[in-house]
Structures are given as C-alpha cells and as structure tokens.
C-alpha cells in the first residue's frame, strides 16, 4: 500500500525559505508522476507544482512560478517543494500526490495523497 509522507513545513516571516519533502514507500517511486497542492483555511484545494516520473518536465502555477521549484529524488524515493521569497498568501497546509497518470496528478484527481504539512508565512 503506497504511504506519502510530508515534511519540513513551519512557521517563517515573509521573505523567507522553507523545502518541503515527501517520501513514498510501497512502490516504484520513478513510475510515479509527483505533484505538491495546498489548500488555505476557506478555499478549495489548489494546484502548485508537478514534476513527471522522468524528472525532466516540472509544472508550476502561476502564483509560484519563479520563487518555487519542483524536484525529485529517485534514489531517496522522495519529491522536493523549494519555496523561496515566501508570501503571506502561500499560508496553507501542503499536500503531496502521486500517480501513474500525469493528468491526474496535475488535476488533482489522483487518489493518493499525503495527510499534508502547514506552512504559515507571517507579514
């Protein structure tokens, strides 16, 4: 049975750093597409970055382009989130997704997910 497991979130002040992991166990990790999502107190769910199994093609939303970076491990079985020049509005709880068709990861449609990490950004 697939786990994903996240890490590394806390609290920061704007400006500031932070990098995400999420590790999966109980399958081949490179046959897996890796995405990163968060959902803010209020609103739905939201798409952040994807990264395909091949750890070539990365995707990012529009709000995290340039000051996020997707990437991925396949030796450690692990998928980064870099997240740079922190904002007030990246406040949210960061979930990890994973699956073997990309449409579905970038879409938010997958069924396997991580129980998610918080990250607050202070202003």
């Known amino acids: 049975q697939v786990q994903l497991v996240e890490s590394g979130g806390g609290l920061v002040k704007t400006g500031e750093s932070l990098r995400l992991s999420c590790i999966m166990s109980?399958?081949?990790?490179?046959?897996?597409?890796m995405g990163w999502f968060r959902q803010a107190p209020g609103k739905d769910r939201e798409f952040v970055a994807a990264?395909?199994?091949?750890?070539?093609?990365?995707y990012y939303a529009d709000a995290v382009k340039g000051r996020f970076a997707i990437s991925r491990d396949n030796n450690k079985n692990t998928v980064y989130l870099q997240m740079n020049n922190l904002k007030p509005e990246d406040t949210a709880v960061y979930y990890c997704?994973?699956?073997?068709?990309?449409?579905?990861?970038?879409?938010?449609?997958?069924?396997?997910w991580g129980r998610g990490t918080q990250v607050t950004v202070s202003s």
């Open positions: 990264v395909r199994g091949n750890n070539v093609a990365t």
């Open positions: 109980g399958r081949t990790f490179d046959n897996y597409h």
């Open positions: 997704a994973a699956g073997q068709t990309f449409g579905k990861v970038a879409g938010g449609t997958t069924d396997m």
